[in-house]
Each structure stands twice: as C-alpha cells, then as structure tokens.
C-alpha cells in the first residue's frame, strides 16, 4: 500500500467517524427539543458547498505555487480530520456522562 493510499484509508474513516458524532449530536439535540435554525438542510449543505469550493481552490493555488506538495497536503488534511474525529469522540462521551468512551467509527 501507497503511503496515498494510506492517507486516504485514514481520511475516509475519520471523516465518516466524524459523520456518525455529527448525527449523534444533531439526533441528541432533537430529541431533546433544541433547535438550531444553522442546522437546517439548506444552511446546512450551503455552507458545506462553500466551503469545499473555497477549499478546493486555495489548496490548487498553494500546490501549483509550489508551496507545499499534494502528499505533504494529505498529510495534514488527515491529521486535521483525526483530530476532529477524537474531538467528537471527547465531546459525545462527557455529552453521555463520561460513563463510557464513545469510539466513532
């Protein structure tokens, strides 16, 4: 296995991991009768679309520049997205009383 695909073995885990913390907390939030008019399905998705274009562009900008290379950016765009996931994990088990540690996966 290619480091790449290493990297992308890793970012497709913990960003589905952080998928299921989203959904826990959002399913939590609602069975608790809190709304949040930011987590509706259009403010929602615009934002996600935004972000992924603004993204998008700026990391093909930095990589044609030579700034850094496409395997030094997948480095951190999986560092980044294990963090969020062992965030979520954090946050969802003292969420549920710290009782037990929450494992996204």
């Not at 949040?36 to 274009?53: D, E, V, Y």
């Amino acid at each position: 296995m290619t480091t790449r695909d290493d990297l992308e073995r890793r970012y497709h885990a913990a960003a589905h991991a952080v998928q299921a913390g989203v959904a826990m907390e959002l399913a939590d939030d609602e069975r608790h009768g809190n709304t949040n008019p930011s987590t509706s399905p259009k403010q929602l998705r615009t934002g996600i679309n935004m972000a992924m274009i603004e993204h998008g562009a700026l990391v093909r900008v930095l990589i044609a520049k030579g700034l850094f290379t496409e395997e030094e950016y997948f480095e951190e765009l999986v560092r980044g997205v294990e963090d969020e996931q062992r965030a979520y994990e954090e946050r969802l088990s003292a969420r549920y009383g710290g009782k037990a540690k929450i494992r996204l996966v």
